[in-house]
């Protein structure tokens, strides 16, 4: 029993750990949000650079967390993680470092989403700048009234507007 209760410990102390990575990562994204937004790349820089710093001590943490549970005879998946909690969290202690630990990397996802999204948005307003600097053919498919696609007339090129 004494080297679950070491293990139950290691586990505490992993999770500890983990919660606090998870929340300097969605630090990390957010001052990449605010980078995005105002488009300083310094900020981005510095924000992509935390944010992988982060990821890779997560990666650490949960490649040691997974081989705890393992060594124990736990699955790393979510029914594991149960299963573990139940037979080392007598004290109900690690149990809500889980539960932080899941909320936060839940943030961090959707930060990350959004933040994919915004770079996504900005790489075609680049692209679409860079087609009428450019004067490529930017024909659109419109629909006449009976629903049919009709393309738009030939665009012109900037020089020539």
Known sequence: MAANGAAAE???ELLQQAVREALS???ALERETRALSSRDLDA???AVTAKHQRAQALERLTREQTGLLNAAGFAADAPG???CL???????SIRPLWGRLQDAMERCRRHNQINGGVVQAQQHQVQQALHVLRGDDLRTELYDPRGRTVASGPSRHISKA
Do not use: K, V, Y
């Open 86 to 92: 139940r037979a080392w969290d007598h004290e109900g």
């Open 10 to 12: 290691r586990l505490h």
């Open 25 to 27: 990562l969605e630090s």
């Open 44 to 46: 981005l820089n510095q």
């Open 81 to 83: 993680m149960d299963a």
